[in-house]
């Protein structure tokens, strides 16, 4: 039998706090550009907590910057059940990647509040800070901290392309929200939840409005510099050139040969490289690649990312290179507690579902170490994320907020 909570869960309103949210770094084609700790961020985070007032959640921080909504608990002492995503964007993101999660988690207070239903646990909504790294790299800092997967002092030491670290960034966060309470880095949580847009093809080719997230893919990142030599463009014999630039594409063209996957399963990205001094006529001296690698399968993710490091010296010609893996995620499956939960969820409120695979990284993956924690996807147009066309459709994100309600009503019951 399912609660009365989901009853209230209101289409139009999630809708509508979407195109809201999206007016803090809108961009011209209909997507949004708000990194993370930035002024449109900050201008979002003032939103999410007028609607928490008028919630009466409690409102919190911590040293990282991730925001907390409580909603108490009758056993207030308990440990909390937690939801939420993110609300950092690419530089030319969309309006769904992230947001999503943390309005359908409003959404599941809202609902409760709307059916008189005081929960056993607090329910907690979570805004983790940078999850996406497109300011600060890598990503899911504001989780990783919290789970105390990385030194906090470590993160806080990162620092984006204009030399701002995010230490500074976190106070001038905390400067602009003076009656926001700083809490302890992490607590215990009872269970963890994430909606999220699938950011991939396979529910809206399957007809289905609901993912049951099984597990979540790895990853392994590389930063790759190479060091070659100015020249003149025009004096320059090419047997004697150091081309940072030639040697890069040689390593990269290495790479998409050693990757190459008849199956399509691997996964293999270079989706920054940047060379100076970037002139037309000299030869370039320094050149700087990502390389973003994922495959399900952790000791071939292993394996493949163990090949980044040789193949660069390989190809590396007259030049220097320096490969560095700043992240590595290994593969994971959720508890089955919790995927069973929202499947036999699904089934009782009637909404067509599919258990399904998380290509992308997300913070409960972080979580999972810590805590129960499971996902919900809902379909995104063509799969086409961390793109301004990036869309979903309002009944969609509806049926997964439904299904979010009617588990977090459970396990914080």
Not at 62 to 90: K, W, Y
Request: include cysteine; aromatic fraction near 6%.
């Amino acid at each position: 039998m399912t609660s009365a909570a989901v009853q209230h869960v209101s289409e139009a309103r999630l809708w509508a706090r979407h195109m809201e949210l999206a007016q803090h770094g809108a961009l011209s084609k209909g997507g949004v550009c708000r990194l993370a700790l930035s002024d449109e961020e900050i201008a979002a985070r003032k939103t999410l907590i007028a609607w928490a007032a008028a919630l009466d959640l409690a409102v919190s921080t911590d040293a990282i910057g991730n925001l907390f909504f409580r909603m108490e608990g009758s056993e207030p002492d308990l440990d909390p059940v937690m939801t939420g995503s993110h609300i950092d964007s690419q530089p030319a993101g969309g309006k769904f990647d992230g947001a999503f999660g943390v309005l359908a988690a409003f959404e599941v207070v809202e609902a409760m509040r709307a059916a008189g239903i005081e929960p056993r646990r607090p329910v907690i909504v979570v805004a983790w800070m940078n999850e996406e790294a497109s300011r600060f790299a890598p990503g899911m800092m504001g989780s990783e901290a919290f789970t105390a997967t990385k030194p906090l002092e470590t993160i806080l030491a990162v620092t984006d392309d204009q030399g701002v670290s995010v230490a500074e960034a976190v106070q001038r966060v905390a400067a602009a929200f003076p009656q926001v309470p700083e809490i302890p880095l992490g607590f215990p949580v009872h269970a963890f939840l994430e909606a999220h847009i699938e950011q991939g093809p396979i529910l809206e080719a399957e007809g289905k409005p609901v993912g049951v997230v099984t597990g979540i893919q790895g990853s392994r990142r590389f930063r790759v510099t190479v060091t070659g030599e100015e020249a003149h463009a025009g004096t320059e014999p090419l047997r004697k050139r150091k081309d940072a630039l030639l040697a890069a594409i040689d390593i990269v063209d290495g790479l998409r040969e050693a990757f190459a996957d008849p199956d399509d399963i691997v996964k293999f990205t270079v989706g920054r490289f940047e060379i100076a001094p970037n002139a037309p006529s000299v030869v370039a001296a320094h050149a700087f690649f990502s390389v973003d690698l994922r495959h399900p399968d952790w000791p071939t993710l292993k394996r493949l990312g163990d090949m980044v490091g040789p193949i660069a010296e390989a190809r590396k010609g007259p030049c220097g290179v320096e490969t560095r893996e700043i992240a590595t995620s290994p593969s994971l499956d959720f508890p089955a507690t919790l995927t069973t939960l929202l499947d036999e969820v699904a089934t009782d409120l009637g909404i067509d579902h599919m258990a399904i695979y998380s290509a992308a990284g997300h913070d409960a993956r972080q979580l999972h170490y810590v805590c129960p924690t499971a996902m919900i996807f809902v379909p995104c147009a063509g799969g086409i994320s961390h793109n301004e066309a990036e869309s979903s459709e309002p009944g969609d994100l509806a049926d997964g907020a439904r299904v979010l309600t009617e588990a977090v009503v459970r396990l914080s019951a």
